[in-house]
Nanobody, 122 residues
Framework: QVHLVESGGGLVQAGDSLRLSCAAS????????MAWFRQAPGKERTFVAG?????NYAAFVKGRFTISRDNAKNTVYLQMNSLKPEDTAVYYCAARSKYYRPSSEREDYDYWGQGTQVTVSS
């Protein structure tokens, strides 16, 4: 059974940094697209960053967030710098069962983690 487990969230101040981790188990994802999404209270879950045969980012995080992966550890990371209060959300890790492309569409992902809360105070 596949599990994605996020960690690294917390409460920080504006301008601080956090590094989220997503550890996968049950199968390897070295040739599968993986991504981070986020969901703020009362809002839809939205794409943040993806990694596969290339990396892509939502416009609102470009230059501040970096997605990376360690295939040996079956883990994907999200380094978040210069955090803003509007980055406050639950952050979810996602993985595709097929395809290497890091899609920005929620419906293209087959596996999801339980989420980790990121709160940025002003």
């Amino acid at each position: 059974q596949v599990h994605l487990v996020e960690s690294g969230g917390g409460l920080v101040q504006a301008g601080d940094s956090l590094r989220l981790s997503c550890a996968a188990s049950g199968r390897t994802f070295s040739r599968n697209g993986m991504a981070w999404f986020r969901q703020a209270p009362g809002k839809e879950r939205t794409f943040v960053a993806g990694v596969g045969d290339w990396t892509n980012y939502a416009a609102f995080v470009k230059g501040r967030f970096t997605i990376s992966r360690d295939n040996a550890k079956n883990t994907v990371y999200l380094q978040m710098n210069s955090l803003k209060p509007e980055d406050t959300a639950v952050y979810y890790c996602a993985a595709r069962s097929k395809y290497y492309r890091p899609s920005s569409e929620r419906e293209d992902y087959d596996y999801w983690g339980q989420g980790t809360q990121v709160t940025v105070s002003s």
